[in-house]
């Protein structure tokens, strides 16, 4: 038996499928050894050695894979094929011993039996270069924020974090709400002449004598009127030309998160899991686990020789010859750019949206449907339009008329990149030179200049990428982080910062003014690459950053200004002590606490008047829920957001968890403990609590009724026409409709 690492559970099966029965498919579900969480852990003294542990919420999965590999004939390290991936892989290596030069890094831009085989005849080393570059950031990444976090929480409030990354998105968010409010309105008229000449004309007034002219005035619209009332109007050129427009490149992460928000409505957490899902592999009624997509953490627009050519066949059937261009359609990256994997693009073009839409999820067929035809465009002709240019005097004012018409569709057949107006819409008349269009009537409106938009997840995922902020996979993370800091807001589908935020984006800029920089942060980004590259060694980038930023910490730490709000007097009494309280201000808002504090700690809540919220002491009310650490029954308690499960072993066992209304989920079929709903990352499954002594584990809801074929547990799954049973056992083809099934109890 060959063992086979990955890192996602969700691509498993699709893998094992592939694989076959000589394998063994084993997923981590990500990182298993990390820097300690409350410790620095990087040697500063020591050129910045890191210490790395397993984590505590992996033991057992590492236990577990090394009882694997001491069973296994060899061992594949197949995590995702970034730098990420391959730093997993050198842990991996590392905790089951693998020598430094043995090949066993495989990597496959997609999850499919031809390239899960090519990968499987190419084993290689594991790329240093790459694992010093994830390295460098996550060491760099640990120093800013276990350096700078204090310094927030000494001058502006306590619980507050700071990072390289997230900061720098933050200064962008709360730069462009300043922009906003301090922008001043100007006000403009829009002025058209509406003319005929065999057929209706829109012309814009566009100069005045000669030169380039904006109304700014109702005095100013009377006075055009004037100028214009009882005056021919003369078209004095024409230009008439055919244009093109060249098909978009196929997706990157951040143009497929960009367009999946803007044109599909999904937020960006939906679009991250539903890409996530099409990448691992999605359930197909008779094929099981089916992977659709290539890799989704891409800043590259690079497409394979076979993919170019197959979709230049498809083409050629589906649209005709005249569809396909002369040369394969080649997209340049921007600057910066890893390119270690090609765009985001679908593994079969057979596999069309129309025959997966009654198979798949909602937000599966819709993303997958968006990333097929963007793929299928990108290989296709360029889009040719009649387009017309004609100016038109009438006095000594200047009127512009411009338009286009489609010629041959192109691209645009599958996928259309750009918002029709009304000149692509109406076809314009054929004016000529000399040509006197009758006039008709005047058409204008107050306006007024609009500030800035606000950010929303699309704009600001574009930002961070053209000013080089982060990487692929850090886009959405770092969007959610800020606002799960309370550092941003959502004001409907726009992100503008909170008091806290701006407060913090101002200390980090007072003193720490490179961190903040966007440009010095783009720079880091490319120097990291350098190292990925075998330029650098990756100790000199964080030493060469460290010495500088040290000496901004001793200065931020050394003096004695505050953001601190001053603590509000109030007339009441601790109730434990009999000092005054006052009223401090937290992560969660404002509170009472007791101004004897250190020596006396007592707090209450306040309401949104100003009041105290009696704490009213519920008993612990016992569920069903066990502890995962200890086995015992958790309890339902209050804390300041809310509800959630606690072990009722306090302080021995600080287990918590989320608490939710879940329905009652059936005993395990092999031992009979409790099963229990797993969220992990971008995956959901269910698993028996006796793990690890049992390791029943499902993907789909489990229920209490019984396969009528085998009398195996069925499995419950919601598709887009409704709920269907499936039946656990892998070898039994059991499925039915919830409404129609007939089962035995």
């Given at each position: 038996?060959?063992?086979?690492?990955?890192?996602?559970?969700?691509?498993?099966?699709?893998?094992?499928?592939?694989?076959?029965?000589?394998?063994?498919?084993?997923?981590?579900?990500?990182?298993?050894?990390?820097?300690?969480?409350?410790?620095?852990?990087?040697?500063?003294?020591?050129?910045?050695?890191?210490?790395?542990?397993?984590?505590?919420?992996?033991?057992?999965?590492?236990?577990?894979?090394?009882?694997?590999?001491?069973?296994?004939?060899?061992?594949?390290?197949?995590?995702?094929?970034?730098?990420?991936?391959?730093?997993?892989?050198?842990?991996?290596?590392?905790?089951?011993?693998?020598?430094?030069?043995?090949?066993?890094?495989?990597?496959?831009?997609?999850?499919?039996?031809?390239?899960?085989?090519?990968?499987?005849?190419?084993?290689?080393?594991?790329?240093?270069?790459?694992?010093?570059a994830?390295?460098?950031?996550?060491?760099?990444?640990?120093?800013?924020?276990?350096?700078?976090?204090?310094?927030?929480?000494?001058?502006?409030?306590?619980?507050?974090?700071?990072?390289?990354?997230?900061?720098?998105?933050?200064?962008?968010?709360?730069?462009?709400?300043?922009?906003?409010?301090?922008?001043?309105?100007?006000e403009?008229?829009?002025?058209?002449?509406?003319?005929?000449?065999?057929?209706?004309?829109k012309?814009?007034?566009?100069?005045?004598?000669?030169?380039?002219y904006?109304?700014?005035?109702?005095?100013?619209?009377?006075?055009?009127?004037?100028?214009?009332?009882?005056?021919?109007?003369?078209?004095?050129?024409v230009?008439?030309?055919?244009?093109?427009?060249?098909a978009?490149?196929?997706?990157?992460?951040?143009?497929?998160?960009?367009?999946?928000?803007?044109k599909?409505?999904?937020?960006?957490?939906?679009?991250?899991?539903?890409?996530?899902?099409?990448?691992?592999?999605?359930?197909?009624?008779?094929?099981?686990?089916?992977?659709?997509?290539?890799?989704?953490?891409?800043?590259?627009?690079?497409?394979?020789?076979?993919?170019?050519?197959?979709?230049?066949?498809?083409?050629?059937?589906?649209?005709?010859?005249?569809?396909?261009p002369?040369?394969?359609?080649?997209?340049?990256?921007?600057?910066?750019?890893?390119?270690?994997?090609?765009?985001?693009?679908?593994?079969?073009?057979?596999?069309?949206?129309?025959?997966?839409?009654?198979?798949?999820?909602?937000?599966h067929?819709r993303?997958?449907?968006?990333?097929?035809?963007?793929f299928?465009?990108?290989?296709?002709?360029?889009?040719?339009?009649?387009?017309?240019?004609?100016?038109?005097?009438?006095?000594?004012?200047?009127?512009?008329?411009t338009?286009?018409?489609?010629?041959?569709?192109?691209?645009?057949?599958?996928?259309?990149?750009?918002?029709?107006?009304?000149d692509?819409?109406?076809?314009?008349?054929?004016?000529?030179?000399?040509?006197?269009?009758e006039?008709?009537?005047?058409?204008?409106?107050?306006?007024?200049?609009?500030p800035?938009?606000?950010?929303?997840?699309?704009?600001?995922?574009?930002?961070?990428?053209?000013?080089?902020i982060?990487?692929?996979?850090?886009?959405?993370?770092?969007?959610?982080?800020?606002?799960?800091?309370?550092?941003?807001?959502?004001?409907?589908?726009?992100?503008?910062?909170?008091?806290?935020?701006?407060?913090?984006?101002?200390?980090?800029?007072?003193?720490?003014?490179?961190?903040m920089?966007?440009?010095?942060?783009a720079?880091?980004e490319?120097?990291?690459?350098?190292?990925?590259?075998?330029?650098?060694?990756?100790?000199?980038?964080?030493?060469?950053?460290?010495?500088?930023?040290?000496?901004?910490?001793?200065?931020a730490?050394?003096?004695?200004?505050?953001?601190?709000?001053?603590?509000?007097?109030?007339?009441?009494?601790?109730?434990k002590?009999?000092?005054?309280?006052?009223?401090?201000?937290?992560?969660?808002?404002?509170?009472?606490?007791?101004?004897?504090?250190?020596?006396?700690k007592?707090?209450?809540?306040?309401?949104?008047?100003?009041n105290?919220?009696?704490r009213?002491?519920?008993?612990?009310?016992?569920?069903?829920?066990?502890?995962?650490?200890?086995?015992?029954?958790?309890?339902?308690?209050?804390?300041?957001?809310?509800?959630?499960?606690?072990?009722?072993?306090?302080?021995?066992?600080?287990?918590?968890?989320?608490?939710?209304?879940?329905?009652?989920?059936?005993?395990?079929?092999?031992?009979?403990?409790?099963?229990?709903?797993?969220?992990?990352?971008?995956?959901?499954?269910?698993?028996?609590?006796?793990?690890?002594?049992?390791?029943?584990?499902?993907?789909?809801?489990?229920?209490?009724?019984?396969?009528?074929?085998?009398?195996?547990?069925?499995?419950?799954?919601?598709?887009?026409?409704?709920?269907?049973?499936?039946?656990?056992?892998?070898?039994?083809?059991?499925?039915?409709?919830?409404?129609?099934?007939?089962t035995?109890?």
């Open positions: 038996m060959k063992l086979v690492v990955i890192e996602g559970v969700g691509k498993r099966p699709a893998i094992q499928k592939y694989l076959g029965s000589g394998y063994k498919v084993f997923a981590t579900m990500g990182h298993v050894r990390d820097l300690p969480v409350r410790t620095l852990a990087v040697d500063v003294e020591k050129n910045f050695e890191p210490t790395y542990v397993v984590m505590s919420d992996k033991k057992d999965i590492v236990a577990d894979l090394k009882k694997a590999a001491q069973s296994a004939e060899c061992v594949y390290l197949a995590t995702d094929p970034d730098r990420e991936g391959e730093a997993i892989s050198w842990h991996i290596a590392t905790l089951l011993g693998i020598p430094e030069h043995e090949r066993a890094r495989i990597t496959f831009n997609e999850i499919s039996k031809k390239a899960i085989t090519k990968a499987l005849e190419n084993p290689r080393e594991i790329d240093k270069n790459l694992v010093d994830q390295q460098a950031r996550r060491v760099l990444d640990r120093l800013v924020g276990y350096k700078l976090s204090p310094v927030l929480c000494r001058k502006i409030q306590s619980k507050l974090s700071a990072g390289r990354v997230q900061s720098v998105t933050l200064r962008l968010v709360v730069e462009r709400e300043r922009e906003i409010q301090s922008f001043v309105p100007e403009y008229w829009p002025f058209y002449s509406i003319l005929d000449k065999r057929g209706k004309i012309a814009a007034l566009s100069s005045r004598r000669g030169e380039k904006k109304i700014g005035s109702k005095a100013e619209v009377d006075e055009v009127i004037r100028g214009l009332d009882g005056k021919p109007y003369i078209v004095t050129s230009k008439k030309t055919v244009t093109k427009a060249h978009p490149a196929p997706f990157r992460t951040s143009t497929m998160q960009q367009d999946a928000i803007n599909l409505g999904m937020s960006l957490k939906q679009v991250s899991m539903a890409a996530q899902s099409l990448y691992e592999g999605v359930d197909i009624p008779g094929e099981g686990k089916v992977a659709l997509i290539t890799y989704i953490r891409t800043d590259s627009t690079r497409v394979s020789p076979e993919a170019q050519a197959a979709a230049r066949e498809f083409v050629a059937q589906r649209y005709g010859a005249d569809y396909v002369e040369k394969p359609n080649v997209y340049a990256s921007k600057g910066n750019v890893q390119d270690a994997h090609e765009a985001i693009r679908p593994i079969s073009l057979d596999r069309t949206p129309d025959s997966l839409k009654d198979v798949i999820n909602r937000n067929y993303l997958y449907k968006l990333i097929y035809e963007r299928l465009a990108s290989q296709m002709s360029e889009a040719r339009f009649n387009s017309l240019t004609a100016d038109i005097e009438c006095g000594e004012y200047g009127f512009k008329v338009g286009r018409t489609p010629l041959f569709a192109g691209y645009t057949v599958v996928y259309n990149d750009r918002e029709k107006d009304e692509d819409i109406k076809k314009l008349p054929d004016l000529c030179e000399g040509d006197r269009p006039f008709i009537e005047y058409s204008y409106e107050q306006k007024f200049t609009k800035p938009a606000r950010y929303t997840e699309a704009t600001l995922i574009k930002a961070m990428e053209e000013k080089g982060g990487r692929p996979a850090t886009y959405q993370p770092t969007v959610s982080l800020i606002e799960k800091r309370a550092y941003t807001e959502r004001e409907g589908k726009s992100i503008k910062p909170t008091e806290l935020g701006c407060k913090v984006c101002d200390m980090l800029m007072m003193y720490f003014p490179d961190i920089d966007v440009k010095f942060t720079d880091m490319s120097k990291l690459d350098t190292i990925e590259e075998g330029g650098k060694v990756w100790q000199q980038l964080v030493g060469e950053f460290y010495t500088g930023f040290e000496k901004e910490i001793e200065k730490m050394g003096d004695g200004y505050k953001m601190k709000a001053p603590a509000q007097e109030t007339d009441y009494k601790c109730d002590c009999g000092a005054p309280m006052v009223i401090r201000e937290g992560r969660y808002g404002k509170f009472l606490a007791c101004s004897a504090y250190p020596k006396c007592n707090t209450k809540q306040l309401d949104e008047n100003g105290i919220k009696e009213v002491e519920e008993p612990p009310v016992e569920t069903d829920v066990i502890c995962d650490k200890c086995g015992a029954r958790m309890v339902i308690k209050t804390g300041v957001r809310g509800k959630f499960l606690a072990c009722p072993n306090y302080p021995k066992c600080r287990n918590t968890k989320e608490y939710g209304e879940e329905e009652p989920l059936p005993p395990c079929p092999l031992c009979g403990k409790p099963l229990r709903r797993i969220n992990y990352r971008k995956s959901v499954f269910y698993g028996c609590t006796g793990y690890p002594e049992c390791k029943f584990s499902v993907t789909d809801k489990p229920t209490d009724k019984k396969c009528p074929v085998c009398g195996d547990m069925l499995l419950e799954k919601a598709k887009k026409d409704g709920v269907y049973y499936r039946c656990s056992n892998k070898d039994c083809n059991y499925s039915a409709k919830k409404q129609d099934e007939k035995q109890q």
